[in-house]
């Protein structure tokens, strides 16, 4: 309950930072009939629908529908921006990049606020929907499966020291019967000290199951006095967070989750040397055209990820191939376009960039789900 109530908070407030991002006052209609009244907000005489000084709408509603209407207006941008931007970011990206760069701005929403807007829309949406996965909760599974796993480990481990238990004591009773009548015990020796060596490596093999959230396994063996891990590095800051995350699963999940649309703005600093690469001898493009690009492009895939868990969620299996095969060909197809239209290129040299920039996808995307990892795992 509580992750579904993160999650909508989480939408709330990317859309009204994107909100604030795009540069727009308040909503509301205004009327010319305010012509000549001071501006509530800097005092200046208003000459139409906005202050000509600060931009505020002159017509103040003070309704509840007028509240409605902001949240809408606000957090989803229902308004022509979005609905001119929507439509080229899915079909005409390297038009909408290239037109955004050279100055067309009041008619597109801008590409931090539509990153914003549709990352968090991501998060929410697969976080909380049953969609490609055929899940709502992998973190659950996974700890269930853990913990299941540990058990079975467990009654595996107590089966054999049963067992060699019960074969010690037999082999005990023979060799008191062999002393008896002078006969050769050497087989059953060797026997007994192979089975205590099987029976001292069940111990430490135990003593490496994790028992406390809060203890490695050397804390563990030390507290039960027995004999200690000979590894040297499961006492270690990563082996005692390596520990406790499969205690706890669920948590290191839950702060992932919470720190991917945290943290989901690293992603286009990381872009930006590669597709610097890529152009590095082209000097009329800098780092802003390469920013305004990788902006756009995650902003897309985060709606393409959000429209194949939707397809998924509503048609089931069938949904969910249609949504696996758009996430593998649509990509390399968008990556093209924008690429091609975005910086005016030939189709050979659009092309060959799109490989590189598939190669950088995976760099950035492995280096970030690193840092979601340290995230989930620290203090």
């Known amino acids: 309950m509580m992750d579904g109530i993160d999650d909508v908070g989480a939408v709330l407030t990317g859309g009204v930072i994107a909100r604030e991002l795009d540069g727009r006052s308040g909503g509301g209609t205004a009327h010319d ?206 082996g005692r967070k390596v520990a406790h995350a499969r205690e706890n699963p669920k948590l290191m999940f839950y702060k992932m989750k919470s720190a991917g649309y945290k943290y989901s703005w690293a992603l286009i600093p990381l872009s930006l040397p590669f597709l610097w690469l890529m152009f590095a001898w082209k000097r009329r493009f800098g780092l802003y055209d390469h920013a305004v690009f990788a902006t756009y492009s995650i902003a897309f895939m985060s709606l393409l990820v959000v429209a194949a868990t939707l397809l998924a969620a509503a048609f089931g299996g069938t949904g969910r191939a249609i949504g696996w095969i758009a996430l593998a060909t649509v990509p390399p197809i968008h990556m093209y376009k924008q690429l091609r239209y975005g910086y005016a290129l030939p189709r050979f040299s659009a092309g060959w960039r799109t490989l590189c920039l598939l190669a950088v996808v995976t760099v950035t995307s492995s280096l970030f789900f690193l840092l979601l990892l340290y995230l989930g795992v620290a203090d």
């Open 33 to 238: 009939g305010h012509a000549g009244q001071p501006c509530p907000n800097c005092g200046a005489a208003l000459t139409g629908r906005h202050c000509q000084q600060c931009g505020q709408a002159a017509h103040l509603h003070r309704d509840m529908m007028g509240f409605a209407h902001d949240v809408l207006h606000g957090v989803f941008h229902f308004d022509g921006k979005f609905w001119t931007t929507l439509p080229l970011l899915a079909f005409r990206p390297g038009h909408l990049t290239r037109r955004y760069i050279d100055g067309e701005r009041t008619k597109f929403v801008t590409p931090m606020a539509m990153f914003l807007f549709s990352v968090f829309l991501m998060f929410a949406i697969v976080s909380n929907i049953s969609g490609l996965a055929g899940r709502s909760d992998p973190a659950g599974d996974l700890s269930s499966g853990l913990g299941s796993g540990m058990n079975d480990a467990r009654r595996e481990i107590g089966a054999s020291r049963r067992t060699i238990d019960t074969e010690v004591a037999t082999l005990q009773a023979d060799r008191v019967v062999a002393v008896r009548q002078r006969t050769p015990t050497e087989a059953i020796d060797r026997r007994l000290a192979s089975l205590a060596d099987d029976r001292k490596g069940l111990a430490i093999a135990e003593k490496f199951l994790p028992r406390d959230a809060e203890a490695s396994p050397r804390e563990v063996a030390r507290a039960e006095g027995g004999p200690m891990p000979t590894i040297a590095d499961v006492d270690d800051w990563i």
